[in-house]
């Protein structure tokens, strides 16, 4: 995607006027910088001095810029869900990829592979002797080796090896092919991640990383020690901590927060220490209901699979949003708040961020009330 005015859209005319941030077309998805910059120097600060490594999701930002931010504060790397999330990023420059899914399509193998030896790293998680089998055979086409990991199943199983003995099963063939080096463990448990009561998440979080460890040791057993063990989240980082069984730690949604994650509290019954980088402004287009009005953000501008979004400035954060359809969200004011007129600019907290930003091309960069920047979202929309 070229940097030219026309392909940033409107708002490039806006960037470095003072006051610029109220007069962005809208929808627009936005990022406060000094507090997203705040955020990640806090989860780089956490880890700083510490054995384990950050390797942060890029599912959540699909983006270069922010992926390479991460990487020059100390990150190893990031992670891809998709393939051709990881395809754009490396296009980008991003050095070192790890892809959390199986990829068991020989097409997508051969294209991942196809960006070594470019990569710093190149990482596949797997769950089945059919994604084992296409990465070595891409490999040695390729004539590289590539790191493997095994996904261990847990929560919901939504991937991952069954047990064990199903794991160290998988690490045994991987070790007799060719192409491809047994470089360690992976498990994600996301049903822990969005479990509001601290108590509660902590209990599972616990639950789940004694039978990670169980495997974890396992495997150690079998094959001495691996390189990586990769997994945690925004969620329950540092109750994994605490636990030491990953190295690696594939915390995302902590540079962006969201409604969902707002709600997740720590023992002080605070959310911790990340605060709201990522928004959504719209514009109120028709107030002529007393005590509601309609903006220009509707089913397409915000994901719809949490709550509903909730309005941080422009309006009483009490004030109730909801929808009207594919373009037109609809408020509902607190009693004796004084209406709305048509052009007030609302701002809007994502209810889930990785979704919403999948829904636009551009982050609108703001410090203050000034537009600074505009950056792609490479990889928008790669669902492949």
């Known amino acids: 995607m070229g940097n030219t005015a026309e392909d940033l859209g409107p708002n490039q ?19 406060d910088l ?7 120097r806090t989860m780089a600060d956490i880890f700083s001095g510490r054995p384990q490594n950050l ?29 051709g999330e990881a395809i754009r990023l490396a296009e980008a420059g991003v050095p070192s990829l790890l892809l959390t899914s199986p990829v068991v399509d020989a097409y997508k193998v051969r294209r991942l592979v196809g960006l070594l030896p470019d990569l710093k790293e190149l990482i596949f998680a797997v769950d089945s002797r059919l994604a084992v089998d296409l990465i070595s055979a891409a490999a040695t086409e ?9 996904d261990i199943g847990i929560g919901n199983n939504r991937t991952g090896a069954r047990d064990t003995a199903a794991a160290v099963d998988l690490g045994k063939y991987i070790t007799s092919k060719p192409g491809v080096t047994l470089s360690g463990i992976q498990c994600y448990a996301g049903y822990v991640q969005h479990i509001e009561n601290p108590e509660k998440r902590a209990f599972e979080a616990k639950r789940s ?11 150690f057993e079998a094959f001495g020690e691996l390189p990586i063990s990769s997994g945690s989240g925004t969620g329950s980082y540092d109750i994994d901590l605490e636990a030491d069984v990953f190295n690696e730690y594939q915390v995302g949604s902590y540079i962006f927060m969201d ?21 959504v402004q719209t514009t109120v287009i028709s107030a002529n209901v007393e005590g509601r009005a309609t903006t220009d953000a509707g089913y397409k501008s915000f994901a719809m699979d949490g709550p509903s979004p909730k309005v941080f400035s422009g309006a009483s954060r009490e004030t109730e949003y909801k929808f009207l359809g594919d373009e037109h969200g609809w408020v509902h004011l607190p009693a004796g708040e004084k209406d709305l007129t048509a ?17 636009y091309d551009f982050y609108h960069i703001v410090r203050g009330d000034t537009l600074v920047d505009i950056w792609p979202i490479e990889a928008r929309g790669c669902s492949w």
Do not use: W
């Not at 890029?58 to 891809?80: D, F, M, P, R, S």
């Not at 390729?142 to 095994?150: C, H, L, M, W, Y």
């Not at 990383?209 to 495997?219: E, H, Q, S, V």
């Open 142 to 150: 390729a004539g590289v080796d590539v790191p493997v990991i095994v």
């Open 34 to 40: 000094d507090v997203m910059e705040r955020n990640m």
């Open 55 to 83: 390797r942060p999701h890029a599912k959540t930002h699909k983006c270069a810029t922010i992926a390479k931010k991460q990487i020059e504060l100390g990150a190893l790397g990031v992670c891809c869900a998709k393939p």
């Open 13 to 31: 005319r806006l960037i470095g006027i003072e006051g610029s941030r109220a007069q962005l077309a809208t929808p627009s998805l936005v990022i």
């Open 209 to 219: 990383l004694k039978g990670i460890g169980d495997t974890k040791a396992a495997m």
């Open 259 to 279: 409604v969902e994650y707002n709600a997740v509290t720590r023992p002080d019954q605070t959310a911790g220490p990340f605060a709201t980088s990522l928004f």
């Open 343 to 359: 052009g007030d600019v609302l701002t809007c907290v994502t209810p889930h961020c990785d979704p919403t930003v999948n829904l």
